[in-house]
Nanobody, 124 residues
């Protein structure tokens, strides 16, 4: 059983940066692909970014390309989401997720394990 704990959320002004971390326990660092999703009030949970087990394949939703960077440190069992040039529309609860699959990393139903989420609020 894998447990995921997110941290790093907060309240920032537009244009600022935040780095989210996702610490995994209960599994080895390279066993799972990792993804970040977000959910704004009244909206469905949506894909943000994903990284394969080795880090060789990375995916982003179009709205964050060029602003967000996903990475991982398998030695520390931790994934990261660096968010730059934040916009008010980035406001949401951000969740990290893990999957043993190598396919469908942009789809939330592919993920087996989820963290509890961390709030990111961007003021204008």
């Amino acid at each position: 059983q894998v447990q995921l704990v997110e941290s790093g959320g907060g309240l920032v002004q537009a244009g600022a940066s935040l780095r989210l971390s996702c610490a995994a326990s209960g599994g080895t660092g390279s066993t799972y692909a990792m993804g970040w999703f977000r959910q704004a009030p009244g909206k469905e949970r949506e894909f943000v970014a994903a990284i394969s087990r080795s880090g060789g394949n990375i995916y982003y939703t179009d709205s964050v390309k060029g602003r967000f960077t996903i990475s991982r440190d398998n030695g520390k069992n931790t994934a990261y989401l660096m968010m730059n040039s934040l916009k008010p529309e980035d406001t949401a609860v951000y969740y990290c997720a893990a999957t043993g699959s190598v396919f469908g990393l942009t789809v939330k139903y592919s993920y087996d394990y989820w963290g509890q989420g961390t709030q990111v609020t961007v003021s204008s």
